[in-house]
């Protein structure tokens, strides 16, 4: 099967890299010594108690967030304090947010549009084309010249996946972006993201949806007060988890 | 045929619709019992005995024409009934000043021009490139008409500019300048290079801190001390250039308060997309800031256009100064009442025409995209 070799030679290539990274909000030290490695292609989900640094490892991803210490490489490029590098890793990597953070002056074909016509360059009827695409693909094309107030939350939430996705990105990054939705409204959204990952998009997703995790991730990944506590494959990950701290957590999500 | 039918179907019940909640507004509000019934009537007494004084006073006892500089008829009258006289013998020397007398038609006409321009810019369909060509030649137009020395036009030097072409021009630059000014200083006092950030800080709060009147003043005695010997900049173009920084310095205040009200999940979508800090300041934040802000930005507008009166004080002959000196002549001595209620008068027009414009692009711009 060629798919499979391609997928699995590409994710020997890592596409983030952190090597014990630290990060202090004044004397909070919120990230301790992070190692952390995600291959090409691969869907990695980040859970854990509120509060426990998973918003603030992804957000250093893509330099919302600075590290203090140690080193992170996405996709081959050191982050430093040189804004082209800085600007170069967020064209290739996309984010998703918790309150979608849609720009609400903006059509939903404008707010898909303006990345790609002022970062990339691309001819405004181009950025139209491509946008119209991933509408379909997250299935609201008739939404196109609404602007977001008047779209459900769960619609927003896919315009928002669809914004990054017209960036072409490399590397999608989510920030619990099923939390701010009403229940009915989550499926949706995590639809979009399986089709998503079916495809081969290389992912990291803060998330407590563990039907989801267990379903896509090739990993997961639990944190507690700044620490990689355990990170294993879904099945090993339910089934043995290592620690008591993640055990605890579990049963906690888990449990009702 | 039923068409016509059913219209005045509709139009009948509206009517009626409109007068039965007005007329049960009117009895709840203003007469539900003796009291509010007494204060109703008391104040509509008030109230019209008011306009009418004012109405025989402005028109049933006015005079409204005298024959020369015979003044008589006015002061029999005074107080009694205006003297609009006054306006029709010196309207002329008001609205343009000491400009010569036979080639006032050129302010008058750059007067329209400054409407036009006015009016373009309010309409949207011209918010584009269009828009900066439009005025370029405007103010060309405008700048070629008042100074002539071009197509035949005799030379006027700007020491005769004066009366409402004069405050137009000056209300006109201020806004027009000192606005784009006001941005930076309002993106620079939240900027994250220190040194950026304490120059506009200092600039705000120095400036902020001073009256108009000093800077005025400054301008136009303390400033040329400063210039080398023989250099002299022209005393309008002081005066505008104190306008736009001290107008700057209130608006930075505005736009910033409009900055802060933006909430951090839109600095930080722009930047996981990749937009520099010049395209995410002009895409996704300033189109959001300037919006929150309108209402107070036009009140500082307002403002604005009103203290340009303050250049009396260095001796320009703007609206209210022409009017002032129409009154110097005997014969007219003692009619400021009227002149001032006709500077007034235009003082408002331009001034309410703002504060409607601004009501209405606040009402455009929120529908559509209102949570
Ligand atoms: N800007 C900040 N300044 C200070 N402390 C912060 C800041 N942002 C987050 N924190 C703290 O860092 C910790 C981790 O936050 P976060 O990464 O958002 O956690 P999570 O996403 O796992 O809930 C929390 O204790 C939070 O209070
Ligand atoms: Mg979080």
Redesign the interface.
Known sequence: MPPAHSTAKAANRPMIEMRDLNKWYGDFHVLKDINFTVGSGQKVVICGPSGSGKSTLIRCV???EEHQQGQLIVDGIELTNDIKNI?AI??E???V?Q?F?????LTVLENLT??PI??RKVPKKEAEEAAMHFLNRVHIPEQALK????LSGGQQQRVAIA??LC?KPNIMLFDEPTSALDPEMIKEVLDVMIELANEGMTMVCVTHEMGFARTVADSIVFMDKGEIVESAPPTEFFAKPKSERTRLFLSQILGH | MAAPNVVTADTATESSFARTPAIRWVRQNLFSNWFNTAVTLALAYMILKGLYSFASWAVFNAVWTVEGTDTRPCREMSGVGACWAVIGEKHRFILFGIYPFDEQWRPLLAIFLFLGLYVVSAMRAFWNRWLAVIWAVGLTLIGALMWGGVFGLTYIENERWGGLPLTLILATFGIALAFPLSIFLALGRRSNLPAIRALSIVYIELIRGVPLITLLIMASVMFPLFLPEGVSIDKLLRAQVAIILFSAAYLAEVVRGGLQAI?K??F?????????YW?KTA??IL??AL?LVIPPLVNTFIGLFKDTSLVLIIGLFDLLTSAKGALLEPAWLGFGVEVYFFVSVIYFAFCFAMSRYSQNLEVELAT????
């Open positions: 893509n330099r919302l600007e967020r064209r990597v996309g984010m947010f309150q953070n849609l720009f609400p002056h303006l990345a002022w970062v602007f977001p107030g008047q914004r990054s960036m | 909430p999940g839109q930080e979508a722009a930047d996981s997309l990749g937009l520099s395209q895409k996704i189109p959001q919006q559509g995209h209102k949570h």
